[in-house]
């Protein structure tokens, strides 16, 4: 689609790049975000979001070059690696799964030259994702920790995938077509 896509990889070692950090899986931390970004784009991270506004005026005081921005404040996370941490955003479509397992919010996200395949694909990826929350949870005696799985295929995304909390990104070269 020629248009801008962000996705962040913080494996093995590379969360320094964003904040300061001990980048080393046996330290864990707790994270928050707020950020700003073009009006029609969609953003992900590791927890849903707190608070939406409408403006990133209202968060990015005494920045008048604000007008096509929105912004927002997820919630904090429960603690974590920060190789897990992840951040997507973009011009993405999201679609949100029906019938998620337990209520967990669950949602494939494309650029959109590959929606049409995602739509086609949808109701089994969301299948997959529902019965491997459930496999896991009676695998390992432990309920799922989070509060929703964002499925992120990534124009570019230099792996196959990462399993980061809550916001797992995909080549989108994964996508069948």
Avoid at 15 to 36: E, G, H, M, V, W
Avoid at 71 to 85: G, M
Avoid at 166 to 173: A, F, G, H, L, P
Wanted: aromatic content about 16%; charged content about 25%; glycine content about 4%.
């Amino acid at each position: 689609d020629k248009l801008q896509y962000l996705y962040s990889q913080c494996e093995a070692y590379n969360a320094s790049r964003i904040f300061p950090c001990f980048d080393q899986p046996d330290l864990k931390a707790i994270y928050q975000l707020t950020a700003s970004y073009p009006k029609n784009w969609l953003i992900s991270t590791n927890a849903p979001v707190e608070v939406q506004y409408p403006n990133a005026a209202e968060v990015l005081k005494g920045d008048d070059k604000v007008d096509d921005y929105a912004a927002c404040k997820f919630e904090v996370t429960p603690r974590f690696s920060t190789y897990l941490f992840a951040v997507c955003a973009g011009p993405y479509k999201r679609i949100d799964c029906k019938t998620p397992y337990k209520n967990i919010p669950t949602s494939l996200w494309s650029r959109g030259s590959l929606f049409k395949y995602l739509e086609e694909q949808a109701d089994e990826l969301f299948e997959i994702s529902n019965n491997a929350i459930e496999f896991f949870e009676g695998y390992f005696g432990v309920e799922y920790p989070f509060k929703k799985t964002d499925h992120i295929f990534c124009p570019e995304f230099n792996a196959g995938a990462m399993e980061n909390v809550c916001c797992i990104t995909y080549n989108d070269t994964l996508l069948w077509r």
